[in-house]
């Protein structure tokens, strides 16, 4: 019996259509049809089986989720045989190895309801098992020299992707602060000419302008920030900051002024990537979503996402750059 409301031409469509924006800029028409047809080809096929299949009643999300990730894993693993050099005649032989292993891996997973990021852990395996044995198999058949096996071993979209995206992130929260910071410190004449010096009142001017930012910032991390502090100039920063009018009090010149000086001094505050503390922020998302909301949120994401979450959910690291570990860990609580 077909699953009710599963779409899969609809939903395969869909799935080819956003990897459209995301196949290499540096690849040829010839290569980004390849990349494009395989998936929607392959995710189609596995939707009409799932869809079709009467013995193991998958259901909607079920049907979705082993879709998504036979289509996610047929993008990657294309675009690593064309970056890997391999002749094109040996392409389609090597993906419908894969696509057929992670059907098969999917499926089981999935019947035996293992917990999610297993799924993922288990589907990875054979993925690049698969691939490589596949390239070693070329290889022994004098199809490709070792030079050749070697550098399509080497390929890893799926890295490059999370490498990129990390950074992306990155610099879009950069450019987040830099806004905040020129909205707090007000309209400044970019031709303003050069004042005096602040003189004995310097100090003072200081404590207000750091009150400004603090009146923007979330108060645990004022707190943090002041805890580094003389208590004297702590108070002193407290009470401008339970001024309400103190932007009007404080000279737009003199605050760039004195942000300037005072940027090299201020206490800086390093957030703490120690694996342990990403494992608790995601583990205490759990407190606020059920493993159903949790899977809905990351439907989009990678594979090596979704299985670096839900290990973490289980009390374990998945090795990764604790930069992007964190970015993951805050993209989850942001969701909450």
Known sequence: MAIEGF????????????????IPKDFDDNQKNYVANTLLNFSTIAGQALNDDNQMNFNLDQAMMITQIIAEWSFHKSVDLIRSGIPQQYWDPIMQKIAFTIFEVAKNAYHQALPQEQCLQLIEHHVKKTYLDCIAEL???NLIDE???????????IDTMMQEQAQAEQQQAQQAQNQEVQQQQGPISPGAPVQAPLGGDAKVFKLATLALLFQKMKQ??????????????????????????????VDPGI?????EEIKTSLPSVHQDLAPSKIVNKIQNVS??????????ILRAERVKVKRFVFTALEGEYLEMPPKVANIIATHIEDSV
């Open 7 to 22: 779409d899969y031409k609809g939903f395969a469509q869909n799935l080819a259509q956003q990897a459209l924006e995301l």
């Open 139 to 141: 290889k022994d058949k």
């Open 147 to 157: 030079g050749l096996m070697e550098q399509a071993a080497s390929q890893s979209n």
């Open 220 to 249: 645990e991390k004022v707190q943090t920030i002041l805890n580094k502090f003389n208590p004297d100039d702590a108070n002193s920063v407290i009470k401008f900051m339970g001024m309400p009018d103190l932007g009007d009090k």
């Open 255 to 259: 605050t760039m002024r004195c942000l």
């Open 287 to 296: 407190q606020y979503l059920d493993k159903s909301q949790l899977e809905s």
